[in-house]
C-alpha cells in the first residue's frame, strides 16, 4: 500500500501565499504521477495540477488553466514528496486539497488519495 499525507494547509488572506507538501510512504515498486486535487464545498473534485516521475529530465506537469501563473507543483522523488506553491490566492479557491499518487505495486497498479488538507482564503 502507499500512504499520502498532506500538510501546510491553513488560513490566509486573498492574495497570499500557501505551500502545500505530499509524503508518501509504504511499499512500492515507483510512484509514477502525483498530483493535486481540490474540493469545495458542494461541487466535484478537481484537477490542480499533476507532475510525471520524469526519471533524471524532470517531470512532465500539468496544470488548470484556472491556476496557471500562479501555482508551482514539483516533486523531490527521492523523498517520494510533492509540492504546491501557491500564490495570489484567492478567495473561490478555500476547498480541501488532495493529495494523489499512481502507484506500481507487486500487486498490481494504484492509486491513492490523502486525507486531505483545508485550505481557507480570506476575502
Known amino acids: 500500500q502507499v500512504h499520502l499525507l498532506e500538510s501546510g494547509g491553513g488560513l490566509v488572506q486573498a492574495g497570499g501565499s500557501l505551500r502545500l507538501s505530499c509524503a508518501a510512504s509504504?511499499?512500492?515498486?515507483?510512484?509514477?504521477?502525483m498530483g493535486w486535487y481540490r474540493q469545495a464545498p458542494g461541487k466535484q473534485r478537481e484537477l490542480v495540477a499533476t507532475?510525471?516521475?520524469?526519471?533524471?529530465?524532470?517531470?512532465?506537469?500539468n496544470y488548470a488553466d484556472s491556476v496557471k501563473g500562479r501555482f508551482t507543483i514539483s516533486r523531490d522523488n527521492a523523498k517520494n514528496t510533492v509540492y504546491l506553491q501557491m500564490n495570489s490566492l484567492k478567495p473561490e479557491e478555500t476547498a480541501v486539497y488532495y493529495c494523489n499518487a499512481n502507484s506500481d505495486t507487486f500487486a498490481g497498479p494504484l492509486v491513492s488519495w490523502g486525507p486531505g488538507t483545508q485550505v481557507t482564503v480570506s476575502s
Open positions: 507532475i510525471t516521475s520524469g526519471g533524471t529530465s524532470g517531470g512532465s506537469i
Open positions: 509504504g511499499i512500492a515498486r515507483s510512484i509514477n504521477a
